[in-house]
T-cell receptor, first 113, second 111 residues
Framework: EAQVTQNPRYLITVTGKKLTVTCSQN?????MSWYRQDPGLGLRQIYY???????DKGDVPEGYKVSRKEKRNFPLILESPSPNQTSLYFC????????????FGPGTRLTVL | QKEVEQNSGPLSVPEGAIASLNCTYS??????FFWYRQYSGKSPELIMS????GDKEDGRFTAQLNKASQYVSLLIRDSQPSDSATYLC???????????FGTGTRLTIIP
């Protein structure tokens, strides 16, 4: 089954404790993105990657890191989480950057205390 | 001015009627336009994409694009209770590789 998976689905952590949210897709997609969704602000792009070892900042990259060492995986790293990073996070992938039919993962609800 | 604007709703429509959702965008360089549906607590899923001016129909859904007026709309005919969701408009500019989402319109279909 074609899908995007994220782990964990729910996470409660404390300020400053490094964490990684994993994202994996099995569709051989080149393009992957991370979004955060907050009430009243909608979906905002954090980082995106057009292929292995190619990443770039989206609209709200501060406080986040990503890497793309393999085509299928695109982890999101929070080196020192803060309460303002409490949000719902979505990973997405698409075949290419032209059609941009994005397939979203199930989401990760992160709470930073 | 927000880059992609949608009326947040809620928009209430009787079952069987036509639901009309609107979206305006500010970047004239935008080239691709998308409508996503998001059920509460779920991830967004693509309903329609449209790339050129005019109408595009897919089943009960019709997307309409007017680049001169910088708006894109989604019509849902014969609305069903299962159409109750938040609808997200997204706009892509290939020049800066940016896909921008609106904040969404919450649609409720009243049985």
């Amino acid at each position: 089954e074609a899908q995007v998976t994220q782990n964990p689905r729910y996470l409660i952590t404390v300020t400053g404790k490094k964490l990684t949210v994993t994202c994996s897709q099995n569709m051989n997609h080149e393009y992957m993105s991370w979004y955060r969704q907050d009430p009243g602000l909608g979906l905002r792009q954090i980082y995106y990657s057009m292929n292995v070892e190619v990443t770039d900042k989206g609209d709200v990259p501060e406080g986040y890191k990503v890497s793309r060492k393999e085509k299928r995986n695109f982890p999101l790293i929070l080196e020192s989480p803060s309460p303002n990073q409490t949000s719902l996070y979505f990973c997405a992938s698409s075949r290419d950057r032209v059609t941009d039919t994005q397939y979203f993962g199930p989401g990760t609800r992160l709470t930073v205390l | 001015q927000k880059e992609v604007e949608q009326n947040s709703g809620p928009l209430s429509v009787p079952e069987g009627a036509i639901a009309s959702l609107n979206c305006t965008y500010s970047d004239r360089g935008s080239q691709s336009f998308f409508w996503y549906r998001q059920y509460s607590g779920k991830s967004p899923e693509l309903i329609m994409s449209i790339y050129s001016n005019g109408d595009k129909e897919d089943g009960r859904f019709t997307a309409q694009l007017n680049k001169a007026s910088q708006y894109v709309s989604l019509l849902i005919r014969d609305s069903q209770p299962s159409d109750s969701a938040t609808y997200l408009c997204a706009v892509k500019n290939f020049g800066n590789e940016k896909l921008t989402f609106g904040t969404g319109t919450r649609l409720t279909i009243i049985p």
